[in-house]
Structure formats: structure tokens, C-alpha cells
């Protein structure tokens, strides 16, 4: 019913940033804090004493907003490992952690854009288990299973990973894709086992998503391609939209606000009226009902019953009215919400 149940926010006086926000099997909060702060940026090119930017992972209690554990970039990853070079005069986004998975040991998986590394981290000592992609990969990779700029890493139970890779910018690949990488711990090695790209092809210069289906598809966010489309394993895409999103799902929901559905009525040429009905975020609505009447406090007349048609019906009525409200109804005729009365106004 989209009621707010929390509201949650970054501890130490830091500022907590858009690029995760996730809920823990613990039903603690993941969220990402960019931070900065003063260090020698000479070995990237920069600044004896220039403005990076820390990215820090805290895990917090979602009913009391305490800090239980958090994680920070510097000292774990060198500012060498980044691909990004210094602007003078910015701050330097060295690391751009952008995605976190609490793995089922516990640890943490996280994406990192700018040094093109996938890392699992220990939740007991924070130090880096391994790191997939980048300057100091501890995993071979295959041919085509490389990735840059890229986002929304997810590991599974069978060892497939799954992420968006960008390529760009600056670019590097002609166009983005979609990649699962099969990952072999033993030997440390990653091969490519499939890649999703856009028909036409695009090239995402940020954002990005990746997500797997219960009947074994694929659904991709393109970012800034902007698109959204879906796949089947063999690579085929079934659908595609034009839109933009940082990161795009497909799963079912099931929502009524606790607000009322919204009317408007306005009388048109000739003098007959046309209702507008709507009801931002319900889900279930299948038909609208059209309730009218001289006293507003007494609408008993129904003067149309139509399906609803897109975000918006307009639903002209076969004669004049002066007051008229709109019941939101299911499938099955139940009745799931009711407008307030309005009076029919003059265009």
C-alpha cells in the first residue's frame, strides 16, 4: 500500500548514497555511503593532498538505524587498481562500489565501476577473499568474459555469475551486454557461458542491470541505453521498451494505496460529460463504475460501467450530470475503491 515502515540513514555523519540500498536475509539494511576525504593521489596522477572519494559499506539495524558493522574501500583497495584518472579540481571517484550481495556465508560480493572488479568480502575481517576482473584478478579469465564500467554483479549457488557490462565510458567495447560467467573457485578460473546484447545494439555510459527469471529467462536494464528487454537463455530477445532506469526488475506485485482512486468530470461539446478516472500504483483495477446525481451526498445512479484503459480512462456519459465519483472495480466486479464526489465542470 506504499506506507512507509522506515526510514533509514547513514551513521558517522556520513551521507548515505543512491547506489545500493538492500535487505539482508537478517532483515538488516545494506546501504553505501560515499565519503571523502584527503590522500596522495601522485601514483594515479594527481595531487599530493587531493579529494577522493571513500565508498563505505554499513550494515544497519532497520528499527533502531544503529551501525552493526561497516567496511571501507581505502586500506582495502589501493587507489593504483582504479582505471579512472584525476580532474583537477573533483572529487576523485576511484572505487564507485555499485552493487551488494550478502553471499550465504555471510560475506559480502560488491561491484566496484571504476577499478572493473567484482570482490567477495570476509564479514569477519574485511579483508578481500578474491577479486574477479581488473588490475590484480585473481581469477583467469577466459576470452569475452572480461567486463568494464560495469554493474549489478550477482553470484549463485552453481557458481554463475551474473553482471551488466557496461564498456563504456570511456568506451572500451563496441556495445553493452548482458554476461553470465561461470566461475571456478578451485582453479580460479572464469569463463564466459553466455552474452545478452540489445537489438539495435547500444552503449550504456552508466547504470545497468541484469536479472535472472524463474522460467530461466533473462531481463536486462540498460542504463542510459535506455532500454529495458527480456531474453531467453539462447540469447533470443523476446521484447524490448524504451526506457531509463538505474536498474530495471520483473516480478509480481500486488498493491492498493491507501489514497482514493482520483476523478475529474468535465462537460464537453453538446454539453455531455466526460470522467476522467485513475488511481496512481493499484494494481487489481479492471473496470471502472461511473456513480452520478443531482445531490452530492447521494450518488445511487450507476450511468457507466467501462474497462480501464491505460493509466487514465475518460469515460464519456450518455447525458448531462452535476455531480459524479468513480468506483474502482476488480475483475470479478468487486468493488476496490471509491473516488470522493465532484461536480461536473464546464470546459
Not at 165 to 174: F, L, N, R, S
Not at 305 to 324: D, H, Q, R, V
Amino acid at each position: 500500500s506504499y506506507q512507509t515502515v522506515a526510514a533509514l540513514h547513514a551513521g558517522y555523519g556520513y551521507g548515505s548514497n543512491l547506489h545500493e540500498f538492500v535487505i539482508s536475509p537478517q532483515n538488516t539494511a545494506l546501504i553505501v555511503a560515499y565519503v571523502p576525504i584527503r590522500t596522495n593521489l601522485r601514483p594515479v596522477g594527481g595531487p599530493r593532498r587531493g579529494a577522493v572519494e571513500d565508498c563505505v559499506i554499513q550494515e544497519l539495524d532497520i528499527q533502531t538505524g544503529e551501525v552493526l558493522w561497516q567496511w571501507h574501500a581505502l586500506g582495502h583497495v589501493p587507489i593504483t587498481d582504479t582505471y579512472k584518472r584525476p580532474i583537477p579540481g573533483k572529487l576523485f571517484s576511484y572505487f564507485h562500489l555499485n552493487s551488494i550481495q550478502e553471499l550465504p556465508n555471510g560475506n559480502l560480493l560488491i561491484s566496484a565501476r571504476n577499478t572493473w572488479a567484482v570482490y567477495e568480502i570476509s564479514r569477519a575481517t574485511g579483508r578481500i577473499v578474491w577479486q574477479l576482473g581488473g588490475k590484480g584478478s585473481d581469477f583467469a579469465l577466459s576470452p569475452w568474459a572480461d567486463f568494464e564500467w560495469q554493474h549489478d554483479a550477482h553470484l549463485y549457488p552453481n557458481g554463475t555469475l551474473s553482471l551488466f557490462d557496461d564498456g563504456a565510458a570511456p568506451k572500451i567495447e563496441t556495445e553493452s551486454s548482458g554476461k553470465l560467467l561461470k566461475l571456478n573457485l578451485a582453479d580460479r578460473t572464469a569463463s564466459l557461458v553466455a552474452s545478452f546484447t540489445h537489438t539495435p545494439h547500444t552503449l550504456a555510459n552508466a547504470m545497468g542491470s541484469m536479472q535472472l527469471l524463474p522460467n530461466g529467462n533473462v531481463f536486462i536494464g540498460w542504463g542510459t541505453g535506455p532500454y529495458i528487454s527480456e531474453y531467453k537463455r539462447s540469447g533470443r530477445q523476446i521484447w524490448s521498451a524504451g526506457f531509463t532506469s538505474y536498474r530495471a526488475y520483473r516480478f509480481p506485485w500486488h498493491a492498493q494505496p491507501t489514497t482514493p482512486p482520483a476523478v475529474a468530470a468535465m462537460n464537453g461539446t453538446g454539453g455531455l460529460p466526460t470522467v476522467y478516472a485513475s488511481w496512481n500504483g493499484a494494481t487489481e483495477v479492471a473496470a471502472w463504475r461511473v456513480l452520478a446525481g443531482t445531490d452530492p451526498s447521494s450518488l445511487t445512479t450507476v450511468v457507466a460501467t467501462t474497462p480501464k484503459l491505460g493509466f487514465e480512462t475518460s469515460i464519456p456519459l450518455p447525458a448531462p450530470e452535476a455531480y459524479c465519483a468513480v468506483q474502482a472495480l476488480s475483475a470479478s466486479g468487486q468493488v476496490l475503491g471509491t473516488s470522493q464526489t465532484v461536480p461536473v465542470t464546464t470546459g
